[in-house]
């Protein structure tokens, strides 16, 4: 079945440090891919997403290009910020069914120390 | 425009009670997605509700627990006669339409006890 594996956290960085998380995924279909962003005490939010291969997702400095042939979905921020310490999540739908229905990475816990 | 919002937010119920987690999705939303992610573990896929039907259950247990998503009011998903292995965050999600953009809650983390 659908499924989505993401690196283990937590990772620590220091301040303008290069971010990379891994994703990758396995499915059937065609799906789309998400990261979203979950700050303490908050909600997930929607970071970016791709709906096809080669795709590339892009939201304040994160980006995450759909590679169909790697079966991947990194994120990479350039240089982040403290403001980006949270838990993030790679996510796919697949759209097969009559609604979208996701399929969530466990999360990565991201400490970015000043 | 108020987000979705998840109460309680903390929960605690020894073996054998219920548990009630309720959703109210946000202001327009008529989807509304339960999900359910269990200590070191990604979001699972439970329920997705409409106003009044369930939609698509395949990701709940088959016993004791139910959703609901009355024509006014919140979503509730409800557990009977928890166990220790229903100590989890649960996460509700609501959508416009059927959409990729779902809008998540905070969560509500139930222990037991």
């Known amino acids: 079945g659908d499924s989505v594996t993401q690196m283990e956290g937590p990772v620590t960085l220091s301040e303008e440090a290069f971010l990379t998380i891994n994703c990758t995924y396995t499915?059937?279909?065609?799906?789309?891919l998400f990261w979203y962003v979950q700050y303490p005490g908050e909600g997930l939010q929607l970071l970016l997403k791709a709906t096809k291969a080669d795709d590339k997702g892009s939201n304040k400095g994160f980006e995450a290009t759909y590679r169909k042939e790697t079966t991947s979905f990194h994120l990479e921020k350039g240089s982040v910020q403290v403001s980006d310490s949270a838990v993030y999540f790679c996510?796919?739908?697949?759209?097969?069914?009559?609604?979208?229905?996701?399929?969530f990475g466990s999360g990565t816990k991201l400490n970015v120390k000043p | 425009n108020a987000g979705v919002m998840q109460n309680p937010r903390h929960l605690v119920r020894r073996r054998g009670q219920e548990a009630r987690l309720r959703c109210s999705p946000m202001?327009?939303?008529?989807?509304v997605y339960w999900y359910r992610q269990l200590p070191e573990e990604g979001l699972k896929f439970m329920v997705y509700l409409q106003k009044e039907n369930i939609i698509d259950e395949s990701g709940m247990p088959k016993e004791r627990f139910s959703a609901e998503f009355p024509k006014e009011g919140p979503s509730i998903l409800r557990i009977q006669q928890v166990v220790r292995g229903d100590s989890a965050a649960y996460f509700c999600a609501s959508s416009p339409i059927q959409t990729y953009e779902q809008y998540f809650g905070p969560g509500t983390r139930l222990t037991v006890t």
């Open positions: 202001k327009g939303h008529s989807h």
């Open positions: 996510a796919l739908s697949d759209s097969r069914y009559n609604f979208n229905k996701f399929y």
């Open positions: 499915a059937t279909g065609y799906p789309s």
